[in-house]
């Protein structure tokens, strides 16, 4: 693939943000009204990342936003029951969002050339340093193959002198029996007086003295004393020593791995090089595409979704809860308990540096019997949020007189508000027991079950795999101030 410039890599990733965005499904079981109901918490929600700088996953929001009520509700079943008010007011807040995420847009594409410049200058220096390593590896390759081609030739050298002066020893020694002690030779051939024991050594080095003549220029001088004369001066002498028993001079030895010891005179005497480390490799320039990496996309991918990454197994934002949050409802619900009728509210709070704090904690007038509460008026609710630009998280609910855990009935309840936003939590109080859970459809398997369950009232739900579990995304922190809103009053 040819390498793109800066322009065409921001482009490209501008455009993958695109088809990220725009990969929006809609369930048509749903009702169409929880759409829009969602649809303006997805504005507040983008707008608190535009104002946090964070303009990635505002554009992304907006421009679901946009795919949402522009291309796939139109589709469903139920827009055509849509107020036309509700249409008129909606699409006021599209072309909001048409006209931010194209500022955005263009901001982005500025943000990314810049950043893409920035990693080609880095990648450029990088393998700059890199191919200043490999060149200082290879350059240590080259000085190591030299040293050893010019520790084979001293080693040659040397064994060719050692050689030569083995030769030269010996051709002296012969040259000095020879000269030495005076020889007499009798009529007969035979050797007498002092020179019979030196001339015995003759026959030892008759054969060596041949092979003198074939490497020195000039044989020394010699002296016909007949075959028995050599043959007495040879068992006088006894055999010749062997060459491999000739020792050179410990000066002209080489020590093995020739790091110390002495050389020949102009051998140079060189410390072994540095190995190379040889795991060096060259960077690739080229431009990766894409700088977006939707390889490792978590678990839930919902509509008011946007790509970041999360220390959650399933991907999800954290959700911040007071510590006494559960104190506070308990003891508004305990006229109920106490009439052994259960009593719910709505959880609700702001998105601040991609986590959910609940801040709110709104009762709005409801019936309920032991183990079931309906809520009256949703609208007021509704109202309520939208002037305090609050999100819905979840809700909370009692069981007046059993132990915490989500019923089928809740866990239906449940479905509704974590199709909406997958962070929803559902907190179980139970004063009887004292006991308190924090619970959550599991995504996949159980979220999906429940959706797909058409049974009413209680009925059972299979246990294994599990449907439900505690959630894993909320934090419990003391010390955050929580508002309730009892409309009941």
Known sequence: MPELNQSEVAAERVRQLCNYSESVSVDHSIPIRRYFRSGNEMMRMARVYQDEKDIQSAFILYTKFITLFVEKLMKHPGYKTVPENDKKVNKKKVMEAFKLAEKIKSVLRERFTKEEAIKQESQRKEQEEINKRLQIQLQIEEDKKRIE?????????????????????????????????????????TAVGPAAGIAAGIGSVNSISDSISEVTPSPGPSLDIGQTGIDQISNHLGPPPAYSHVTPPESHIIPPGGTSGQYLPGATKVLPPVIPNRDLKPVNTGSEIPSVDRSNKPSVDHFTSTGIESTNKFGLKDVIVSTD???????????NTRANTETCAI??????????????????????????????????????????????????????SQTAFMSSVDLHTHCSYQLMMPEAIAIVCAPKFDETGIFGLLPGYGLNFI??????????HPKDPPIYDECSHVKLISGIKVTVADMRL
């Open 149 to 189: 081609s010019e520790n084979r030739k001293a080693e040659d050298e040397r064994k060719k002198l050692e050689e030569e002066e083995k030769l030269r020893k010996l051709k002296e020694e012969q040259e000095r029996l020879i000269a030495g002690g005076g020889v007499g030779v009798a009529a007969a051939g």
């Open 325 to 335: 949050l559960v104190e506070k409802f308990i003891l508004l619900a305990a006229k």
């Open 347 to 400: 959880l609700a709070g702001k998105l601040s540096k991609n986590q959910f704090t609940i801040t709110h904690l709104i009762v709005p007038k409801q019936t309920g019997t032991p183990d079931s509460c309906s809520t009256t008026n949703e609208e007021e609710v509704f109202d309520y949020q939208d002037n305090h630009d609050l999100i819905t998280l979840g809700w909370i609910h009692t069981h007046p």
């Open 451 to 460: 959706a797909n369950c058409k049974q009413s009232g209680f009925h059972p």
